[in-house]
């Protein structure tokens, strides 16, 4: 777990609010990933950034808006959300972005949205 | 048809019992597949990958794959209370790091 680390871990924000999820992973990694997992649903997948790139936005509202400024450090960035975004947010490393590559998650970042 | 299908469960079996977990897959092409272990309010941790046909054992855990049938398991020998928790399977597609997920199937492993 404390390869890739997750801020804040809990996270209540109004409709109206702007506020930013972070991840940072400690492994050397070169591609991240944002998943969405909500209560009764499998894993969804947001987006994948390979060597800072993004490689995949899987049809994600602008509401969210990724940000990769380095190989490190991945930013989610939310705006004007609805109660239905409320789920726990993951962030995960891999060596690259390569079919073969084992992805490692972070602890997760708990949202609620009132 | 979901692309990673799973029995959601619960699974029970009691304390030292062999708990067989079951994954298909829809993408014929794909090549590398996950087991991930979820406690109830923690995230994901990987336990087993294989990316061949046959048997791969780590302790007491063994993934099995087989591609013909699409169908990929994980066998959790001498079951413990402390394995009680959601198994995800999860399967890359082909050429692509995008990891597909199942939904999950809830072990309970009672003493």
């Known amino acids: 777990e404390t390869g890739v680390t997750q801020t804040p871990r809990h996270l209540v924000m109004g409709m109206t609010n702007k506020k930013s999820l972070k991840c940072e992973q400690h492994?050397?990694?070169?591609?991240m990933y944002w998943y969405k997992q909500s209560a009764k649903k499998p894993l969804e997948l947001m987006f994948v950034y390979n060597f800072k790139e993004q490689t995949e936005n899987n049809s994600v509202p602008s509401r969210f808006s990724p940000e990769c400024p380095n190989s490190s450090h991945l930013f989610l960035h939310l705006h004007t959300l609805q109660p239905e975004d409320s789920a726990l947010y993951l962030c995960a490393s891999s060596q690259d972005g390569q079919r073969d590559n084992e992805q490692f998650f972070g602890p997760g970042t708990r949202l609620t949205v009132l | 048809q979901k692309e990673v299908e799973q029995n959601s469960g619960p699974l029970s079996v009691p304390e030292g019992a062999i708990a067989s977990l079951n994954c298909t897959y829809s993408d014929r092409g794909s090549q590398s597949f996950f087991w991930y272990r979820q406690y109830s309010g923690k995230s994901p941790e990987l336990i087993m990958s294989i990316y061949s046909n046959g048997d791969k054992e780590d302790g007491r855990f063994t993934a099995q794959l087989n591609k013909a049938s699409q169908y990929v398991s994980l066998l959790i020998r001498d079951s413990q209370p402390s394995d009680s928790a959601t198994y995800l399977c999860a399967v890359n597609g082909v050429n692509t790091g995008k990891l597909i997920f199942g939904q999950g199937t809830t072990l309970q492993v009672k003493p």
């Open positions: 492994l050397g990694h070169n591609a």
